[in-house]
């Protein structure tokens, strides 16, 4: 017999389960040193022993059409906007870009403003310098990053631009499946050139049509799961492993991925989230 040793941190799933107690949604916690999944929870669920022997052939057509879906797993399966969680990444790919540096201010007057083009954002104090900007979710810092990596003279089309960006997101596992030792994970969504040109037309799109992608918003969509490792990557300053449950035996091999981007850029930006919990928008639960 194959003795399966799972990676869950009893505590830990026990815990995030107590979270989720009535919610709908999922959590993911990984350790980035090795990809290893601590606690995994889908919510709504359902009692698996309900599903053993005889019990399954009363308990299964309900929890199969229950309207709440216990059976999907949204931790995996589920894509949502990563909203403010996705600034970071995007701050990373600024910094690499060489479009910002750990100085540059952009203004915020309650949002984004662009001939007519309006982002809006909460009242904070501006110009907001990088780590200011991620403390307090900027996201009229974000729109200015987007637009301006983009739009690099570098970049002859508005095409080669977002193609450029649209790299780094399958470098940080968005987009592209993770390669989970459980089945039925969804790769999440990237909108593709294709994408645009289908809404606009081939070469009418500009950057300023897609803005909101700056904020995690609009036409991108990933699971919780490549949310919790997009965070596993910033903590190890430009690379993750495979994430799996299974600790021992290692039945798929776990490789490493690395991001292209420097790592001296990754510190700024961890400052900047844990000033989230000190001076930013989440202090009142630091």
């Not at 830990?12 to 995994?40: D, F, H, N």
């Not at 310098?129 to 990596?149: G, M, P, V, W």
């Not at 780094?168 to 592209?176: A, D, N, S, W």
């Not at 969504?189 to 950057?207: E, L, M």
């Amino acid at each position: 017999t194959l003795d399966i040793r799972p990676s869950l941190d009893i505590e830990l799933q026990q815990y995030a389960q107590k979270l989720m107690s009535g919610k709908r949604g999922g959590i993911v916690a990984i350790e980035p040193k090795t990809g290893e999944i601590l606690a995994l929870v889908s919510s709504p669920s359902f009692d698996p022993d309900q599903l053993n022997g005889r019990n399954r052939s009363i308990f299964y057509p309900k929890i199969s059409t229950d309207p709440n879906k216990p059976l999907y797993n949204r931790a995996i399966t589920g894509t949502y906007p990563p909203g403010s969680t996705f600034k970071p990444i995007m701050a990373l790919i600024g910094l690499q870009e060489g479009v910002i540096n750990p100085a540059t201010r952009y203004p915020c007057h309650m949002g984004y403003i662009m001939r007519g083009l309006r982002v809006g954002c909460h009242a904070h104090r501006s110009n907001l310098n990088l780590k200011e900007s991620i403390a307090q979710s900027c996201n009229s810092y974000y729109c200015h990053t987007f637009r301006n990596t983009i739009d690099q003279q570098k970049y002859t089309t508005t095409e080669e631009g977002f193609l450029a960006w649209r790299d780094y997101m399958t470098q940080f596992g968005l987009g592209v499946p993770l390669d989970l030792d459980l089945p039925n994970e969804v790769k999440g969504i990237v909108p593709t050139v294709d994408k645009f040109d289908n809404i606009y037309g081939a070469g009418r799109w500009r950057s300023s049509y897609i803005i909101s992608l700056a904020i995690g918003q609009a036409e991108i969509s990933i699971t919780p799961l490549q949310m919790a490792n997009m965070t596993a990557i910033i903590a190890n300053k430009g690379h993750y492993y495979n994430p799996h449950l299974v600790k021992e035996p290692i039945i798929k091999p776990v490789t490493r991925h690395t991001v292209k981007i420097d790592k001296t850029h990754f510190e700024t930006v961890i400052e900047g989230m844990n000033e989230v919990f000190i001076s930013g928008t989440a202090r009142w639960y630091g």
